[in-house]
């Protein structure tokens, strides 16, 4: 049986059903799994998406009104992760996936851990939304309007708005059929891709003044902690896209943005050409995509600077 079929059966022989997305979700992570979550919605099943938090843009995302912050029950049928990388991407929610009865993993990370007992990750994807298409697609799984704008959102923000490597002739054609359903594709670039809070305008700019230029101009180093949080009075998600600066200037090869949480600061790292970031992040417990990844850790901003340019360093021409 193909993985496609395993993981359709896998679904129709739960009655509830729990999906969840990483920790500081971004457009595919919602996008993703609210396209997921009403196809579900459209099979009669149980369904409850988690995400504890989530910035406000994505308000205007078709049944967002729908997500809840807390599981309704203690053990579900089936778990489906998706755009997930690792389990400890699910941070304090992992137990709704590890205590259901069944678990399937729905990704495009290149360092996914294959967590779940029915992994579905094509790493050549740009966005988990393009891997979601392809299964309504496989399924036969209606996609309507509602369905296409958050598959949109996925796309469009996970490559930048189409710019970013991955981005292939399928991407566009997916595009194209979704325009053809009367999706708005100019609208949700203009709202996730290029508006911004008031706050979190504030803190790029606390963020760019503080920006240094390391080996030659060819990294980039910037962080934001809580007290500017404080000060901007942001909120969660202000913080999104500020590590794009960094990489947007002329012979920056990587671009490090270092965002304070609980237990640390959480590592953004970006690059443009040859710099593998996913294989730094690996090095110290994290992970993501050749051109965009992630990973917590802990020490002073300075500290973790040194850890990651060190690094970085080795791939550096
Ligand atoms: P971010 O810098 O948080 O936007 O993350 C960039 C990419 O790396 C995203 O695709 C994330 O899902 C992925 N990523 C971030 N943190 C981690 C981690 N700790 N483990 C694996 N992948 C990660
Ligand atoms: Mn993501
Ligand atoms: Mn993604």
Request: aromatic share 8%; with cysteine.
């Amino acid at each position: 049986m193909s993985t496609l079929d395993e993981i359709l059966k896998k679904i129709e022989q739960a009655k509830n059903i729990v999906i969840l997305t990483h920790e500081n979700p971004d457009g595919d992570a919602m996008g993703s799994s609210l396209a997921l979550y009403q196809a579900l919605v459209k099979m009669d099943k149980d369904v409850e998406l988690i995400v504890p938090k989530y910035s406000r843009v994505f308000t205007c995302l078709p049944k967002i009104e729908e997500v809840k912050q807390e599981g309704s029950k203690s053990e579900y049928d089936l778990a489906i992760a998706v755009d997930t990388a690792s389990i400890k991407q699910l941070d304090g929610w992992s137990k709704y996936f590890e205590d259901a009865k069944s678990r399937i993993v729905i990704d495009h990370h290149s360092s996914n851990a294959m967590f779940g007992d029915v992994n579905y990750v094509d790493m050549s994807s740009p966005a988990c939304a393009q891997v979601m298409y392809v299964l309504f697609r496989y399924y036969e799984w209606e996609i309507n309007h509602d369905v296409g704008t958050c598959l949109m959102a996925g796309i469009i923000t996970d490559t930048g708005g189409f710019q970013y490597a991955g981005v292939s002739k399928e991407t566009f054609e997916i595009a194209s059929s979704l325009l053809v359903e009367g999706v708005d594709i100019a609208k949700i670039y203009k709202k996730l891709l290029s508006t911004n809070t008031r706050s979190s305008f504030e803190l790029r700019k606390i963020a760019l003044d503080r920006m240094e230029f390391l080996e030659d101009g060819k990294i980039a180093y910037t962080y934001i902690n809580k007290k500017d949080e404080k000060k901007v009075k942001a909120e969660t998600g202000d913080h999104e896209g500020i590590v794009n600066e960094g990489r947007n200037i002329e012979g920056v090869e990587v671009s490090i943005f270092l965002h304070e949480i609980d237990d640390g600061y959480k590592v953004s790292l970006r690059s443009n050409e040859y710099v593998n970031v996913s294989d730094v992040c690996l090095m110290f417990g994290g992970g993501g995509h050749f051109r965009a990844a992630g990973v917590t850790m802990q020490g002073t901003p300075k500290q973790i600077r040194e850890k990651l340019v060190g690094e970085i360093k080795r791939q550096l021409k």
